[in-house]
């Protein structure tokens, strides 16, 4: 009998994301502009050398084609180094359809090749 892997905890999974996707973020007062790594509808990792304890309040707005996408999240991790991973807390009924036509986007880019 083969040892059974722990269960993530993601509602949704995350596809990764070519160096076009950028977010500006604004926490503790400090804004910064970073990659982003992965995303799903719900949460992110972006690239940053900013550690930020977890429970920490930030405000995104993604700099993308499909249009302005904004976002509350919370830092649920940080790994040292090499950045945050983000929870969404709050999106804007607009801004939804927006976020999931740019995971589709990713996931099409990455499925062809392309991410």
Same mark, same amino acid.
């Given at each position: 009998m083969r040892p059974s892997s722990a269960p993530s905890r993601r509602f949704s999974s995350r596809v990764q994301a &070519?160096? /076009? *996707?950028? *977010?500006?973020?604004?926490?503790?007062?400090? /804004? /910064?502009v970073s990659q982003v790594r992965n995303i799903s509808m719900g949460g992110l990792f972006i690239k940053t050398p900013q550690p930020r304890p977890?429970?920490? =309040?930030?405000? @995104?707005? #993604?700099?993308? $084609?499909?249009?302005? =996408?904004? $976002? %509350?999240a919370v830092v649920r991790h940080a790994r040292a180094?090499?950045?945050l991973g983000l929870k969404f807390t709050a @999106?804007?009924?607009? %801004?939804? &359809?927006?976020? $999931?036509? @740019? =995971?589709?986007? @990713?996931?099409?880019?990455? #499925?062809l090749g392309g991410g």
């Open positions: &070519p160096g /076009d *996707v950028w *977010v500006y973020w604004k926490c503790e007062g400090r /804004d /910064d977890s429970g920490t =309040i930030t405000r @995104l707005d #993604f700099l993308v $084609a499909e249009g302005q =996408i904004r $976002a %509350d180094g090499a950045g @999106l804007a009924e607009q %801004d939804r &359809p927006k976020l $999931a036509a @740019l =995971i589709n986007r @990713l996931r099409r880019m990455h #499925f």
